[in-house]
């Protein structure tokens, strides 16, 4: 691990000289001439007197250097039966069209502009429309309801609303429209405009004031791309809180453009001429970086996929994409291969010929179990890289440096720490863990570029829940420990919020939706092991005294209820009535103890606990599985 070894412990010892060597990747209007402004701790700023635009430095800069004609984006959608590809500078006028259409609309630098679309090369072009002009924009994935709809509406406060009429599953058209009209409703802050991607599947219904993608084209004019402060917010992405009220995360322009170009080159191996899949949502923070910005920052060419692992029409599908558009490299989550293992145990729908281009198979969004490691390295023949980060971070904080240095992988494991990222395991005291040694994984201030900056609008949330456990560091909320090798394993989560099938999703939130149903007198929801998801939220609740509820009735009425209000990416789909739930005396939910139950372990029942015939009556309905 010599080179890998030397980088790291560079990137650590002289950050600012790291990072000014980085930084010859991008494009810029102004030179950094500072790298690091660490003037007021923790609230740390990277490249702080530079200017720059990031839709340049995927876009424009690419047509400049004469590569106009070369691919930049293979939409394939499997549920629509349709493929459109884009060259670099067919996608550099549409965007600039759309960029323009949005400034007619009066929108302008640091702007908020909320996108609640399918996986369509719209969503990419508007994404892009907003850093072409400087405005900052949200997406929402099309899954969420129109309660989590409007909670970000509010947040972010935009000027215009984008959205598609509706997205489409494998078995279902999902009309989005009535969604997004029932949130704004709903929501105290009112966008101006609502511009809506009509499709043909279900078109939406305009309300006043609405326009349709084309109305706001026509006679759109060409919008060149304006100069941004590095340290600008290029857009916010919502996470969910274990309070249940949504985390803006913030990812400003120029630290992301930096790290990301960085990790195309020495994570990912991927360069311009090179073909990557990012089998993910444009709502989720992997569609952000590695299906939109990474690779076109890159100069290669992003594949936009609107289908399924499985269902689209079968296990083969991936197989298929990777062969039909020559990818190299796929990155996608465990759930997803879990899925297509379930369907095609023997992988037989994997043909190694039509799939040779591909390099190497990258997978993060939760833990990967050593079975779907070996069994996609057996399958396909490529290296398999686990790799681990977090919205927050915006790119990985841990993984197999393949463009740097090829490691060998462990199952298991993520690997190493990516060079920029201090990762430490700790004590409760603060300390350095040994090797072998379970603690909370944290990270020593300054993050690196790319990473979260703050939390939009509120600093002091941001403090609270990431910099305050264990001063100087910021706590990633996960767990794990070193190995005598210097390999990182994270064991998971350590807070509320469940990882369903690579997407963070707030315990708080759905209790909240639970405890609003009337018959409901109190509820736990907890996330358990699952084999193809990773986790799976299971409901508990406690109805009041003489509700005369059928049980069934109530438990169908709260999947229901969860599933308009948050969305199907929920997969609540199990909520039990029990007669009681155990807690400590001061009225704490013992989740953890219920969880280990439910998830085979035997969790120490804590002295505190209120009353342990409670937690005794509800051990076997939590050891049966659902």
């Not at 857009?235 to 453009?257: E, M, Q």
């Not at 395991?425 to 979260?452: N, Q």
Request: aromatic share 8%; hydrophobic share 40%; with cysteine.
């Amino acid at each position: 691990m010599g080179v890998y070894r030397d980088t790291y412990r560079r990137s650590l010892d002289d950050p600012e000289w790291f990072w000014r060597d980085a930084a010859a990747a991008v494009d810029w209007q102004r030179m950094p001439m500072r790298i690091l402004d660490a003037d007021r701790p923790p609230f740390y700023r990277w490249f702080p007197d530079a200017e720059l635009n990031t839709c340049h430095n995927a876009l424009d800069r690419h047509v400049l250097a004469g590569r106009g004609d070369t691919l930049a984006l293979v939409y394939d959608s499997p549920v629509t039966g349709s493929v459109r590809r884009y060259t670099f500078g067919e996608l550099r006028d549409e965007v600039a069209r759309f960029a323009g259409a949005l400034g007619r609309l009066g929108v302008g630098k640091g702007d908020r502009v909320v996108l609640y679309m399918a996986m369509v090369p719209e969503a990419v072009v508007a994404m892009l429309a907003c850093a072409r002009l400087g405005a900052v924009h949200s997406v929402v994935f099309g899954g969420f309801g129109p309660k989590e709809l409007a909670a970000r509406i509010d947040d972010a406060r935009p000027k215009v609303v984008v959205a598609t009429s509706c997205g489409i599953e494998p078995a279902r058209v999902v009309e989005y429209k009535p969604l997004l009209d029932a949130a704004l409703d709903e929501a105290a802050h009112k966008p101006e405009r609502v511009v809506l991607l009509q499709r043909e599947q279900a078109p939406g219904r305009l309300r006043e004031g609405d326009l349709t993608w084309e109305d706001a084209l026509q006679d759109a004019p060409w919008a060149g791309c304006v100069p941004v402060g590095a340290t600008d917010p290029l857009y916010i992405l919502y996470t969910s809180g274990t309070t249940g009220r949504p985390k803006g995360i913030v990812r400003d322009n120029g630290g992301h453009a930096v790290a990301l170009a960085w990790s195309m080159a020495n994570i990912f191996d991927c360069g311009a001429g090179d073909v990557f899949w990012a089998a993910s949502d444009v709502g989720w923070v992997v569609g952000h970086s590695y299906i939109v910005y990474a690779p076109l920052l890159a100069g290669a060419t992003t594949v936009l996929y609107e289908g399924k692992p499985v269902g689209t029409p079968d296990a083969g599908a991936f197989w298929r994409v990777v062969a039909d558009h020559g990818v190299n490299v796929l990155f996608t989550a465990p759930t997803a291969i879990r899925a297509i293992r379930k369907e095609d145990p023997e992988g037989a729908r994997i043909d190694r010929e039509r799939t040779k281009t591909l390099r190497a198979l990258f997978l993060a969004g939760e833990r990967l179990d050593p079975q779907t490691y070996e069994w996609a390295g057996e399958r396909l023949g490529v290296p398999v890289i686990d790799n681990w980060w977090q919205t927050e971070t915006g790119w990985p904080i841990a993984a197999n440096p393949r463009g740097l240095e090829a490691l060998p992988t462990k199952p298991g494991s993520p690997s190493v720490p990516v060079p920029g990222f201090d990762v430490r395991v700790v004590r409760p005291d603060g300390s350095d863990a040994p090797a072998g040694t379970d603690g909370p994984i944290v990270i020593r201030l300054p993050l690196p570029p790319g990473c979260l900056p703050t939390l939009w609008g509120d600093d002091e949330r941001y403090t609270g829940s990431y910099l305050s456990a264990f001063p100087g560091c910021y706590l990633t909320g996960d767990g794990g420990r070193f190995d005598e090798d210097g390999y990182l394993y994270v064991m998971g989560r350590t807070d509320d919020v469940i990882n369903v099938a690579g997407h963070r999703l707030s315990t708080g939130a759905m209790e909240e939706v639970l405890s609003g149903h009337p018959a409901v007198a109190e509820c736990a929801v907890i996330g358990v092991a699952d084999e193809l998801k990773g986790q799976v939220p299971r409901g508990f609740v406690v109805l009041k005294a003489g509700a005369g509820a059928d049980h069934d009735t109530v438990a169908a009425e709260l999947v229901q209820l969860v599933r308009d209000r948050i969305g199907a990416v929920a997969s609540l789909r199990s909520v039990q009535v029990v007669a009681g739930l155990p807690k400590t005396r001061s009225g704490k939910i013992l989740r953890r103890t219920m969880r280990g139950i439910a998830d085979g372990r035997e969790e120490p029942v804590p002295s505190t606990i209120e009353d342990p015939a409670v937690l005794d009556a509800l051990r076997p309905i939590l050891e049966r599985p659902r």
